[in-house]
């Protein structure tokens, strides 16, 4: 029972450093995140809805990025969040209200930096997505930030189409 025990655990660690090594990674930076559009909560503290906002994002730029070829880093540099929905009022409670008119925006600036240090693509980003209800393939229905997620990851299918590598 031991030997199988450390069999599957060293399978395990074999198998998950082998993604890690063909990846890329990503780097983000929140500029001036107290003059962004729309970061409030609903119910929780600013501080701590804050932080897991970033928190979710900084994971699905990772995710993003881990498609691309190995020794690559994405450095984004946030400017500008507005969630989709908009805060109101609900009684004692503020409540996140999402309708067409409150579709999610991004802005910010990346690069793609080489092994070598070099450019290889950079850019500022504008992003939105006023039809961000329309359609049913959201990826994200039941996760936290689904709009802005379907959001970035069509900015970066569209950006780095040529670059994604296949994972095997």
Request: net charge neutral.
């Amino acid at each position: 029972m031991k030997t199988l025990t450390t069999t599957l655990l060293s399978v395990f660690t074999v198998v998950s450093l082998q993604s890690v090594a063909y990846a890329a990674t990503s780097e983000v930076t929140w500029t001036d995140y107290k003059k962004y559009r729309d970061i409030r909560s609903g119910d929780e503290s600013r501080k701590h809805f804050r932080e897991r906002i970033f928190k979710d994002f900084e994971k699905h730029f990772t995710k993003l990025a881990e498609r691309l070829p190995e020794g690559q880093v994405l450095k984004i540099d946030v400017t500008d969040v507005d969630l989709a929905g908009d805060t109101h009022a609900g009684g004692i409670d503020r409540l996140r209200i999402v309708k067409e008119i409150y579709f999610p925006r991004m802005n910010f600036s990346y690069q793609l930096v080489n092994v070598d240090g070099s450019v290889e693509k950079d850019d500022t980003v504008v992003l939105k997505d006023m039809s961000f209800m329309m359609g049913e393939n959201l990826r994200y229905r039941h996760k936290s930030l689904g709009y802005e997620k379907k959001m970035l990851d069509d900015w970066f299918l569209e950006t780095f189409k040529q670059l994604i590598v296949e994972k095997k």
